[in-house]
């Protein structure tokens, strides 16, 4: 199936500093969604993208829909201690409306 | 607008039981996937309902089964648990509609011993 490989695994930043990780596929996706978990709970939607080239934002974050539909992106500026999570992206796993499939995720991690 | 949610919070089961975990879409949506996250993973979608049938199912044993109701609320249900099956469920809700944006709830967490 498809896999969703994501880097880097883990970030260990000062708070103030940017941040950016990404996710690439062996295979096209036709959407990029990114996901912040903390712990104890469910994924909360960030942002999502449906188009090559797609660049969006909210607030702090920005995420991008690579170009070769085969990579995204996701940038957050001036972390704060609240970033603290593990970020996720994901995608269609194919065959019309259905599930998702997941990347390993990025474990940020904010140093005050 | 009310979230998804899930009961119960947490759970512990003895190997071989059965379960039944549930979950109440989001308002508005008529769709429910549930995932399965084991430990430092990713979710991995187990399967999907829509008007009430599987639409999509992914790599999971048949002991694995579901329902969806008329409100589009839905329960999972795990046969002769396997110590392995000690993980965070998830449910999302969508609309079938509205592209790939799933929302999830906060989970149950099965431990089986």
């Known amino acids: 199936g498809q896999q969703l490989n994501q880097s880097p695994q883990s970030m260990f930043i000062q708070e103030g500093e940017d941040v950016s990780m990404n996710c690439t596929s062996s295979s096209i996706f036709n959407t990029w969604l990114w996901y912040k978990q903390d712990p104890g709970e469910g994924p909360v939607l960030l942002i999502a993208l449906y188009k090559a080239g797609e660049l969006t934002s909210n607030g702090r974050l920005t995420a991008q829909f690579g170009t070769t539909r085969k990579d995204s992106f996701l940038n957050i500026s001036a972390s704060i201690p609240s970033d603290v999570g593990i970020y996720f992206c994901?995608?269609?796993?194919?065959?019309?409306?259905?599930?998702?499939?997941f990347g390993k995720g990025t474990h940020l991690i904010i140093q005050p | 607008e009310t979230g998804v949610t899930q009961s119960p919070t947490h759970l512990i089961k003895t190997r071989g039981q059965q379960v039944t975990l549930r979950c109440s879409s989001q308002?508005?949506?008529?769709?429910v996937s549930w995932y399965q996250q084991a430990l430092g993973q990713g979710p991995q979608f187990i399967f999907q309902y829509y008007r009430e049938e599987e639409n999509g199912r992914g790599n999971f044993p048949p002991r694995f089964s579901g329902l969806q109701f008329p409100n589009y609320s839905s329960e999972l249900n795990v046969n002769a648990l396997e110590l392995d099956d000690s993980a965070l469920y998830l449910c999302?809700?969508?609309?079938?509609?509205?592209?790939?944006?799933?929302?999830f709830g906060p989970g149950t967490r099965l431990t089986v011993t």
């Open positions: 999302a809700s969508s609309l079938r509609e509205g592209g790939y944006e799933q929302y």
């Open positions: 308002s508005g949506h008529n769709t």
């Open positions: 994901a995608g269609p796993r194919g065959g019309g409306a259905d599930g998702l499939t």
